[in-house]
């Protein structure tokens, strides 16, 4: 059973930084994309960050060049270094794992509070 477990989100005053953890396991995570998405109250989930196996990253615009994702693929995590954080930034966010030929999957999500 492939299993997603997130951490790290909490209250942050703007300006300040966090950093979320997921922990993948069930499943050969090497040839997966995984990555980061969020969702704030009253809104569709939206993208926010991927890192593919082969090192490739892509970052939504609104959190390109503060936000920061890295992967350990011996320890099947992900990781996400969100700084400069905004009030906007405020949202569950949500680990994400594609493989081809197996689906998708999500975690439960955490949620981020960036204090107006």
């Known amino acids: 059973q492939v299993q997603l477990v997130e951490s790290g989100g909490g209250l942050v005053q703007p300006g300040g930084s966090l950093r979320l953890s997921c922990a993948a396991s069930?499943?050969?995570?090497?040839?997966?994309?995984m990555g980061w998405y969020r969702q704030a109250p009253g809104k569709q989930r939206e993208f926010v960050a991927t890192?593919?196996?082969?090192?490739?990253?892509d970052y939504a615009d609104s959190v390109r060049g503060r936000f920061t994702i890295s992967r350990d693929n011996a320890k099947n995590t992900v990781s996400l270094q969100m700084s400069s954080l905004k009030p906007e930034d405020t949202a569950v966010y949500y680990c994400?794992?594609?493989?081809?030929?197996?689906?998708?999957?999500w975690g439960q999500g955490t949620q981020v509070t960036v204090l107006l």
């Open positions: 069930g499943l050969d995570f090497s040839s997966a994309v």
């Open positions: 890192h593919t196996s082969g090192g490739t990253t």
């Open positions: 994400r794992v594609y493989k081809i030929g197996t689906g998708t999957y």
